[in-house]
């Protein structure tokens, strides 16, 4: 009978509230008086947050409506605040908005963090949203993507767990059913508004559909190359929502272009274009989820001879769910989470620095550009799992080095394209 400790659950605040010394078996028959892996009252894992009677309001339109200029400006104004958005280039856009205004702000993303002094603002990537610290103003930017299947719960999180007295959401109003149910649980106030760089010497943006994810750009026609894209699965046509957010992009709110055009350069793609942009974007039914580490520490007191895949796996296996709510996809992170708990992963075993070069062909730009996809995942995980990840610096300054490569391989072939 070994000493140890067990913590007792409030399923009201949904936090472990103290340690009690007790025998191993003891911890054993008190944590199975819990289901930890009843996942129908996700609110309650954010005590902070369950202490305000937050002011949500659901800022909702068309793309580039005005939507998220509104909210912003109530950040800006605000004593303290944070922006979470699903980029990390909206996440840049915003602090130098922030900064340029002359409130100081930071930025946090899962590959860099710039800190300003005295700041009381932070622009971030929705998944390094702060849920332990209070704020004047919150904006969640893109919240409909609390569907998405892999990225889902790091919004669910942030609209459940950021403590701000006021909480603004933008999005698709195809989220609002489903995100006023989701908050009757949380007692909130809830209010929906419906909404019905310009000296750039750039004539011509080539991008991928990341566009769609509300980068505010002063654009007149979006042109698709193609209405299909590889979503790491399989290769398949855009959804309504994707073809809606891409397009949305032309014509923007209090802009030079107000109004916008869409095309493709395929004949064949005109009648899904149209089909879509006359659609109503499908209502979202449910939100993604993922238990937090104290209910995943808890539950491993029931598996103390698994390792942490198994207990994952185990759990998503076994959870129970309310109608609101699905299991994000954590493949990845279960992979990345039992691998770097085994061990620690050195830069040098996946990755060679000081063998980057030029590439002369197709071939090559693919090996350095997946290069660029490893070492900015290396990053990611820096900062998420320092210890096991300690070469942070090396991975980022190879980074930089191997984006360079890339920049000039593709600046000379587009050189040669027009040239020949």
């Known amino acids: 009978n070994v000493g140890c400790y067990y913590y007792t659950w409030d399923s009201k605040l949904g936090t472990s509230l103290s340690a009690n010394a007790c025998g191993r078996s003891a911890v054993q028959l008190e944590a199975r008086k819990f289901d930890f892996t009843d996942l129908t009252r996700p609110h309650t894992w954010y005590p902070i947050a369950r202490r305000k009677k937050r002011n949500v309001i659901l800022h909702v339109g068309p793309t580039n409506s005005g939507k998220t200029y509104n909210a912003l400006k109530r950040l800006e104004s605000s004593s303290s605040g944070i922006y979470c958005g699903p980029l990390r280039l909206l996440a840049w856009e915003i602090a130098q908005r922030m900064n340029k205004a002359k409130v100081p702000c930071d930025l946090i993303t899962g590959q860099e963090r710039e800190e300003v002094d005295g700041a009381k603002h932070k622009a971030v990537t929705v998944e390094m949203?702060?849920?332990?610290?209070?704020?004047?103003?919150?904006?969640?930017?893109?919240?409909?993507?609390?569907?998405?299947?892999?990225?889902?719960?790091?919004?669910?999180?942030?609209?459940?767990?950021?403590?701000?007295?006021?909480?603004?959401?933008?999005?698709?109003?195809?989220?609002?059913?489903?995100?006023?149910?989701?908050?009757?649980?949380?007692?909130?106030?809830?209010?929906?508004?419906?909404?019905?760089?310009?000296?750039?010497?750039?004539?011509?943006?080539?991008?991928?559909?990341?566009?769609?994810?509300?980068?505010?750009?002063?654009?007149?026609?979006?042109?698709?190359?193609?209405?299909?894209?590889?979503?790491?699965?399989?290769?398949?046509?855009?959804?309504?929502?994707?073809?809606?957010?891409?397009?949305?992009?032309?014509?923007?709110?209090?802009?030079?272009?107000?109004?916008?055009?869409?095309?493709?350069?395929?004949?064949?793609?005109?009648?899904?274009?149209?089909?879509?942009?006359s659609s109503p974007s499908p209502i979202l039914e449910q939100a993604g989820l993922f238990p937090n580490f104290d209910l995943l520490f808890l539950y491993s007191r029931l598996h103390t001879t698994s390792g942490l895949y198994q207990i994952l796996e185990h759990f998503v296996e076994n959870a129970k769910l309310s109608e609101n709510y699905f299991i994000a996809d954590c493949e990845q992170m279960m992979f990345a989470q039992s691998y770097s708990k085994t061990r620690i992963v050195r830069l040098k075993e996946i990755f060679t620095p000081g063998t980057l070069k030029v590439p002369k062909s197709h071939h090559a730009l693919k090996e350095l550009e997946s290069i660029h996809k490893v070492l900015d995942l290396y990053v990611w995980l820096s900062f998420h799992l320092e210890d096991s990840f300690p070469d942070r610096e090396l991975a980022a300054s190879q980074k930089a080095i191997c984006s360079m490569w890339v920049y000039m391989d593709l600046s000379f072939l587009a050189y040669m394209t027009f040239n020949m």
């Open 129 to 277: 949203a702060d849920v332990t610290s209070e704020y004047s103003c919150a904006v969640v930017d893109e919240i409909q993507m609390l569907g998405c299947r892999t990225r889902g719960f790091s919004f669910t999180r942030a609209l459940l767990g950021i403590a701000a007295d006021e909480l603004h959401l933008c999005g698709d109003a195809a989220a609002v059913p489903l995100i006023q149910e989701i908050l009757k649980a949380t007692e909130d106030n809830v209010k929906a508004t419906m909404f019905n760089d310009e000296n750039s010497d750039f004539d011509v943006l080539v991008a991928s559909d990341a566009i769609g994810m509300g980068l505010n750009l002063n654009i007149s026609r979006i042109i698709f190359s193609t209405l299909r894209k590889f979503d790491g699965v399989e290769t398949r046509e855009l959804t309504v929502s994707e073809i809606k957010q891409i397009a949305g992009r032309a014509g923007r709110y209090k802009s030079k272009f107000p109004v916008g055009e869409v095309t493709c350069q395929a004949a064949k793609d005109l009648p899904l274009l149209h089909s879509s942009l």
